[in-house]
């Protein structure tokens, strides 16, 4: 959680607030015993399955599984971030919000930092201004003087120019460190700047704060690009550049269209595509694929089609696909960025291409083929395995349509390729798709979310399972966290749901809480402690069974490598009285 949040004003806005209002403002809330009940906004449905409950200040939908407290709720709707939320209902309730932290050096350091990188920015587009050359420049690239204020372009000079000016601006040395505008150099005296002679892109967090710079070179020397080392408030990784102009228009559209370079998004921005960002590198990263799924569904992928463009498309699938995104690939003409593509042959050149897109099963399926020079039953056996690989990660819905493409394109039989595909995956699945095996899990599962529910429920509960020492038991991660986090907060008094949606942050733990919340408790009995004290004792019992089936296994592979088993052989005995003593 970023460091101006501060945990008094979360208390704050909660305590102001009754979620049964907020919610009530975007969508119709319907009496229904002690909660309220409407459709859910966050999927189709016919019946109400959305709760809100005024008691425990939570939603739940029972059809989708979202749910956590008001700010979960804002974040989902408006498609903010934690802070964003806070910051809207701070505003709401009147309650100021940036003075909340001062002092605290964390929110200092960041709040001067950007204050820092503000006033560069302003330093570099003076810059800029007075260099005619530049400004040649930039015409002859099309660009107008309105989008090269809009995007705050500016124009670095040399070393001795950038220090003597950023004195005359009473910007300090330690504040150009700090946002790593200036670098000390080994065996030398005296600092640098770290942008020399190069055209520079402030880069601007979602909220619009520049974090960083970027400077391209305006000649053919290298490298072409240098970024801003990473900062209090830059981190290259977790930043899509230009979201903050386009968020809107990719709300509106539904729509995210990826690309390589800054001067892309300016360009498509300057054409009138304005949902548009770039990547801060080739590949994505796991943080900005989380963003992305923030504001779209859907990504159309527009890098330049040559070998990086390429590679950097296919390392970014994997973290796309698991976040359950669609990609599209828009087809770029070889060597050609969506810059120069509008440059040459207009906006309209583009958006034929954008309109054209193929999903990511067929850019594969295309690449596979015309990879290969002849087309022979082994050829074709090639390209099945990695599209395959490509299926398994698919959704289930959109399976069948795309073995039937399969089919047609390698003129391959379509039940063959069905059933070769369900073959693949039943053996891939091997032990795990056992009967017993998932009966197991099941019950893991199932008590796994009881005991949370009553430790939600009752701080006894939460001080057993700590005395215990039960948290290792957990085999779902995110339940291991939300017990960890109960037993934290156990330290500092009160407990509620909601605090524990804040203090957890992740969707997919409000949604877990929330559903832990608001469902019927999954025990009936009246004596919860000894309830829980069972199901202790089940989670206890089931982590010695997996041990011990995994020391087997171990015993097994060491014998036939011909390895020593003594090591093994001591807790196979302690495991087998403790299996004989309680089972
Ligand atoms: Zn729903």
Known sequence: ??????????????????????????????????????????????????????????????????????????????????????KMLADKAGISFPTLDRGKKKGVGREEAYRTNELAARLFQEILEKNKAIQDYLRKRGFTQKVIREFGLGYA???????????QKEISLKNLKQSNLVGTSQGKEGWYSWFRFRLIFPIFDT?????????????????????????VVFDKGKILYGLNFSKEAIRKKEEMILVEGYIDVIALHQAGLENVVASMGTSLTPSQVRLIKRYSDRVLIAYDQDKAGIAATLRSFDLLMNADLQVEIVNMPQGMDPEELVRKEGIDSFLEKKKKAIPYFDYRLDMAISNRSSMARRDKGDVVAILFSILEKTKLEGRQEMIRRLSQRLDLDEESLRAELSKLRGRERGFFSRREFLEIEDKQMSTEKALLQLMLNEKAIIRIVKERECIDNFVDSSHRKIAEEMI??????????????????????????????????????????????DFINYLQKNKKRRRFSEVRKKIKESEEEGEKIDKWLYETIELNQFRKSKS
């Open 1 to 86: 959680m970023p460091s101006f949040t501060s945990q008094e004003l979360i208390e704050r806005i909660i305590n102001h607030f009754d979620i049964v209002d907020i919610v009530s403002q975007y969508i119709p809330l319907k009496k229904a015993g002690r909660n309220y009940k409407a459709l859910c906004p966050f999927h189709e449905e016919k019946t109400p399955s959305f709760v809100v409950s005024p008691e425990k200040q939570l939603f739940h939908c029972f059809g989708c599984g979202i749910g956590g407290n008001l700010f979960t709720f804002l974040m989902k709707w408006e498609k903010v971030t934690f802070p964003e939320a806070v």
């Open 157 to 167: 000079p040399s070393s001795g120019d950038f220090l003597k000016l950023a004195r």
């Open 207 to 231: 909220e619009g704060r520049i974090c960083g710079f970027a400077g391209r070179v305006l000649d053919n020397s290298l490298p072409k690009y240098v970024n801003s080392p990473q900062s």
């Open 488 to 533: 934290a907060l156990l330290e500092e008094g009160e407990i509620s749901s909601s605090k524990l949606i804040n203090r957890l942050g992740e969707e997919k733990f409000s949604s877990l809480i929330s559903s832990f919340s608001l469902s019927e408790e999954l025990s009936q009995e009246e004596d919860k402690e000894q309830v829980a004290m």
